[in-house]
């Protein structure tokens, strides 16, 4: 598929009416429009802010069962993320890759290493059929400490190395989008919902605002999807569902030199968090906060230190302090709004709800399910409309960037292709797992311009020929968007020493908005 460039067209917004409108660009509007668009319906999908720019670019970027679940007894919930893990990476392999997790067993009040064994075995055998990574392997204390001396040995008993996977969320969010826009749907970002339309007392479209001209207007819809996340309460009103808002706070840290796998870890409270590996620096997160509205979904000083305590407590040999974070961001989930002991056991199962006649909306959910819960989306939209549903058939097309064979080999060509180019080997290296095949618009504009094979930032692994791609061809306005979503520059580096740099050259590019 053939998904960019990535074009927005409010003109035909404005001038159709659609079987469906979805509301937000995060990950489950944008598998909801493109699952929608595959199977015959007329689509629209728009996003007040940006693509993926609220909750889905603030994930733990992994696309994973969710071990701690098991913890839980959520079984049906991890045996579903594992299947989509395994459908996901066959569709998305340079989008999706393995990563291996070592999780350290101390001795003490939390589960014997016997019973996460079993969980573990659990976790291997929920994953039926052909999967993306190892089954997981027991290491002795001796061996973990060998491998990895930053770990505390104080009353270490071993620790067991798992697989799952990982992406980059901001950018599978964008591939998603455009291929809805390839299947058919309109897209168009900086556009919002200001006000549900009524006719005869059923939803019958909405009041956008196109918040580059200011122009407003409305669009007929016969059915409208809620899919604005934590937004989502907010558009409906008086009449929205208990729902639970969560937030969570990741920081960026430096590399872990030699060191290629993540960590599970368990913090003083007992919570676990992630220890990863990411664009050569090191994700940590997440903590879990209850807040009453989206806007609260910033970093606070408060989490920093308990993230790093956590980091501290089970690795201090790496003697991480506040002054080594580079970056940090906070997301906000929304969840069922039922009671427990902690928010780590409030439920991530998916509902879809009709709070309105016309309307449909989800609630509860993890991006790595995205996909799949958006056919039980557009099933009942089906169903709203009158329709029989068509056979949903996103589980079967590669996302776009997915090369033919296997991807390691395709990789290893097109690292050499970026390499005679200009470009550094990491920088290529990164460059084939964000775009696969759709490094060829890539190289052009290098051929074009040799300059822009550089590095945007000798810290961060992105060079100028893709940040000029995204304003031309991935529907970017402003450096926010290249530098956060496209790319996630800013969270890699401390400082805006590469802001001027950045904006020098994409300031003649149609359609950038410096400010």
């Given at each position: 598929m053939n998904a960019f460039p990535f074009v927005r067209n409010v003109s035909a917004l404005r001038d159709g009416r659609f079987d469906v409108l979805v509301i937000g660009g995060g990950i489950y509007g944008a598998w909801t429009a493109y699952d929608a668009a595959s199977r015959g319906l007329s689509v629209a999908l728009v996003e007040k802010s940006d693509w993926g720019a609220g909750t889905s670019s603030a994930s733990s970027k992994l696309i994973h069962g969710g071990l701690r679940y098991l913890e839980h007894y959520e079984f049906a919930l991890v045996r579903h993320a594992l299947k989509e893990r395994r459908t996901l990476y066959r569709i998305a392999p340079h989008l999706v890759r393995p990563l291996n997790f070592v999780l350290p067993m101390w001795k003490g009040p939390r589960a014997h290493p016997l019973m996460v064994s079993a969980g573990l075995t659990l976790y291997d055998l929920l994953a039926i059929g052909s999967h993306p990574v190892p089954r997981h392997k027991h290491h002795r204390a001796r061996e973990l400490l060998a491998r990895y001396p930053f770990v505390d040995p104080e009353r270490l008993l071993g620790g067991f190395r798992y697989g799952d996977c990982q992406e980059?969320?901001?950018?599978?969010?964008?591939?998603?989008?455009?291929?809805?826009?390839?299947?058919?749907?309109?897209?168009?970002?900086?556009?919002?919902?200001?006000?549900?339309?009524?006719?005869?007392?059923?939803?019958?479209?909405?009041?956008?605002?196109?918040?580059?001209?200011?122009?407003?207007?409305?669009?007929?819809?016969?059915?409208?999807?809620?899919?604005?996340?934590?937004?989502?309460?907010?558009?409906?009103?008086?009449?929205?569902?208990?729902?639970?808002?969560?937030?969570?706070?990741?920081?960026?840290?430096?590399?872990?030199?030699?060191?290629?796998?993540?960590?599970?870890l368990t913090a003083d409270d007992g919570r676990v968090f992630f220890v990863i590996p990411w664009y050569g620096r090191t994700l940590v997160g997440t903590t879990e906060q209850e807040v009453k509205h989206p806007s609260e979904g910033v970093p606070t000083d408060e989490e920093t230190r308990y993230l790093l305590a956590g980091v501290r407590r089970g690795l201090p040999g790496l003697g991480w302090t506040e002054s080594d974070v580079v970056g940090r961001f906070a997301g906000v989930r929304m969840l069922q709004a039922e009671q427990s002991e902690s928010l780590s056991a409030v439920t991530r199962e998916f509902e879809v709800l009709q709070p309105r006649p016309g309307l449909v909306m989800h609630v509860g959910g993890k991006y790595t399910t995205s996909r799949s819960d958006s056919t039980e989306i557009v099933d009942t939209v089906c169903r709203v409309l009158g329709r029989r549903p068509a056979r949903s058939v996103t589980h079967e097309r590669r996302l776009p960037g997915a090369p033919d064979g296997e991807f390691e080999h395709w990789q290893s060509q097109a690292i050499g292709q970026l390499a005679a180019a200009g470009v550094d080997q990491e920088a290529a290296r990164w460059l084939s797992m964000r775009h696969g095949t759709g490094i060829a618009a890539i190289l052009a504009l290098i051929r074009e311009r040799p300059a822009l094979a550089a590095r945007i930032d000798t810290q961060a692994p992105f060079v100028l020929a893709e940040a000029v791609h995204a304003v031309r061809a991935e529907m970017a306005a402003s450096l926010d968007d290249v530098a956060r979503r496209r790319m996630p520059l800013s969270l890699l580096v401390a400082g805006d020493g590469w802001r001027a740099r950045l904006a020098a050259v994409l300031e003649s590019e149609p359609g950038f908005r410096a400010g």
């Open positions: 980059d969320d901001a950018r599978m969010t964008l591939v998603v989008a455009a291929s809805a826009q390839a299947s058919g749907a309109v897209c168009a970002n900086r556009v919002a919902a200001e006000a549900l339309v009524e006719d005869g007392g059923r939803v019958a479209g909405a009041r956008l605002k196109d918040l580059h001209t200011g122009e407003t207007f409305e669009v007929k819809a016969g059915v409208v999807v809620n899919a604005a996340g934590p937004w989502a309460p907010f558009l409906l009103g008086e009449r929205a569902p208990r729902v639970k808002l969560i937030k969570g706070t990741h920081l960026i840290l430096p590399a872990i030199a030699g060191c290629n796998e993540a960590f599970l």
